[in-house]
């Protein structure tokens, strides 16, 4: 749906700050390292230093005959040493990539000289993404979509045909952390040139120089609101100087309430959420403002708390793939080794796998220190996500933890009769009189013990035993292995609460 407002008046600009986040080193290859991959030089000619760290020896190569480089090979620096580039006067334009090798890897350094006024081509941004090389310098334009770091000015451009990460943004001397004094906002429009950089799957250009700034012509405050599950009524201000204000939004749950101007010039925009009796939903609200020669646009996202679903793991498998968060349980049956807890939980309905647990703070990668271990119960909290189709749930946040002890039959007969559950593994008895909920013995070598009652898996229905044994063909004589709580009956032990987990079929005899 859209909706378009229009205010006559043209409203003025006040400043709107970004809050500094986390600092993040600018990332380069391991091997070689250089304090400038871009040399240019004038009609005149002159000398240009840069600083080269390398893990091992290296050299230089394809060097082209107008240009001297001094020294061109080294050993090992990994302090740093200066290399100098050599150029004449000339009366013609010259550009060439020279590489600097080292211990298989390669640094493009691009060194041009200009006789002439200079011609800058501006690439796409998913001609610099899919196309480009590492280390060679691209001039692109768009909007900034986000900021990311207002230290070193780690952001985001997109020009409409994809969305490059800037990481790192020079100042106007040519200077590092200093971004702010840019006054660069989410909405501008940007021309900037750095060398392209891949650092895993994400295409960067890096420390970039700021060519030129179109300032939006509309701003915002925030760019993200929480709503309640509640639903309820939120503004957002925005400040505009284009010939109108026109609204976007994605969502039939949200609407525009009003409009309002504010004393300081800002429009007070007040939105209303209806009720969410669903899972977590996000909607995305567009604003635009636009004269005769200039548009810009921002956007604002609202996420909205939802009910958590309470599940089976049946349920949860057959559900749709978005962002509702669901209430799962059930023993865990492998744990793969991976720091971030990719883990199988299993219920009485079915298996399902977890990647990725987080922990109580919501960090990742703390799996090996949340004292969680294969046979526990858990109850997670996590979204349907999947994986090449397969569904599973994604970083699930731990409800509830319940450690499940190992047992001999002497050792639970020993225990207290408590809420500690208890996992048995023996041979299961005489089955004949189970009956529809599952009474019989199992023993081992150190004794026997009376199963009251055996589920067919963590959280499953009482009186279908006989169900249990026709699926899984479980029999007398078969390794069984079960969790349960020690509970008696007239002072006798047994075996209560107890659950399915699994069984080893007897040896034929």
Not at 31 to 58: H, N, P, Q
Not at 405 to 417: I, K, P, Q
Not at 430 to 457: M, P, R, W
Request: net charge negative.
């Amino acid at each position: 749906m859209k909706l378009k407002y229009l205010l006559l008046s043209f409203f003025a600009f006040a400043a709107l700050l970004t809050g500094c986040k986390e600092e993040i080193d600018i990332p380069s290859l391991d091997e070689v390292k250089v304090d400038m991959s871009y040399i240019a030089f004038a009609k005149e000619g002159g000398t240009r230093t840069i600083t080269l760290t390398a893990t091992d020896s290296w050299d230089i190569t394809n060097i082209p005959t107008w240009l001297t480089v001094s020294p061109a090979s080294g050993s090992a620096s990994p302090e740093g040493i200066k290399v100098t580039f050599t150029t004449a006067a000339t009366d013609s334009d010259k550009s060439s990539e020279v590489y600097v090798n080292c211990a298989g890897k390669v640094q493009v350094l691009t060194v041009k000289q200009i006789a002439g006024p200079q011609e800058i081509v501006i690439s796409t941004c998913k001609d610099v993404i899919d196309k480009g090389v590492d280390g060679k310098i691209y001039w692109v334009e768009g909007q900034v979509t986000s900021i990311a770091n207002t230290v070193y000015g780690n952001w985001y451009l997109n020009d409409g045909t994809g969305t490059l990460y800037i990481y790192g943004t020079l100042d106007a001397k040519g200077n590092t952390k200093n971004f702010l004094s840019l006054g660069l906002s989410v909405g501008d429009r940007v021309m900037v040139h750095g060398p392209r950089l891949a650092y895993g799957s994400t295409i960067e250009l890096v420390d970039v120089t700021v060519d030129k700034i179109t300032p939006s012509l509309i701003k915002s405050a925030v760019d993200a609101v929480q709503v309640p599950k509640e639903g309820g009524t939120f503004e957002v201000a925005v400040l505009y100087k284009g010939n109108g204000l026109e609204i976007e939004y994605d969502a039939d749950w949200l609407s525009v309430k009003s409009m309002i101007k504010g004393a300081d010039d800002s429009t007070r925009v007040a939105f209303v959420a209806q009720p969410n009796a669903g899972g977590d939903r996000t909607a995305t609200i567009s604003m635009t403002s636009a004269t005769n020669s200039n548009s810009s646009t921002i956007t604002i996202t609202v996420k909205q708390t939802g009910a958590i679903i309470d599940a089976t793991v049946a349920h949860f498998i057959a559900a749709a793939e978005d962002a509702t968060q669901y209430r799962i349980s059930g023993i865990i049956t492998k744990d793969t080794g991976s720091d971030y807890g990719n883990i199988y939980i299993k219920d009485a309905t079915g298996e399902v796998y977890i990647y990725g647990v987080l922990d109580a703070e919501g960090k990742a990668k703390q799996w090996k220190n949340m004292g969680i271990k294969v046979g526990d119960i858990v109850t997670l909290i996590t979204p349907r996500g999947s994986y090449k189709g397969t569904p599973q749930g994604v970083n699930a946040k731990v409800e509830t933890h319940i450690p499940v002890v190992d047992a001999t039959v002497a050792t639970f007969l020993a225990a207290a009769e408590d809420a500690t559950y208890y996992r048995l593994t023996g041979t299961t008895g005489d089955l004949s009189g189970a009956g529809k909920y599952g009474n019989f013995n199992i023993s081992d070598e150190t004794g026997q013990v009376y199963v009251y009652g055996l589920l067919s898996g963590w959280n499953g229905a009482q009186g279908l035993f006989q169900t249990l044994v026709t699926e899984t063909g479980l029999k007398a004589g078969d390794l069984l292995t079960i969790v349960g709580k020690r509970t008696s009956y007239k002072g006798t032990p047994q075996v209560g609460s107890g659950f399915y987990v699994s069984h080893e079929p007897a040896a034929a005899e």
